[in-house]
């Protein structure tokens, strides 16, 4: 897991198929409180509601100050005590 915390705009719309995803539109603002190596990030709406969301749907904006995150250790979104690999 890599905690971002950070805000992203929704590039496309995703629907959820599994109870942990949260559904997003294209054009909605989300916090991204975490990013996995499994292209999935934990996501929270303006609702407060929670789930995870690919990606890929995300459109983010990089600090010039941030590194990138798949430079980092390897991190499972499936292993919940945050072992790195």
Known sequence: MFPTA???VVNRGFIPTLPD????TAGDRIRVLAQY???WAL???GRGEQGMVPQECLNRP????QADWRNAGRTSS???DGRHY
């Open 78 to 80: 499936l292993v919940s």
């Open 37 to 39: 190596d499994d292209a």
């Open 62 to 65: 990089v600090a010039a100050n």
């Open 21 to 24: 995803e949260l559904s997003v």
């Open 6 to 8: 950070s805000e992203a």
């Open 43 to 45: 996501c929270v709406n």
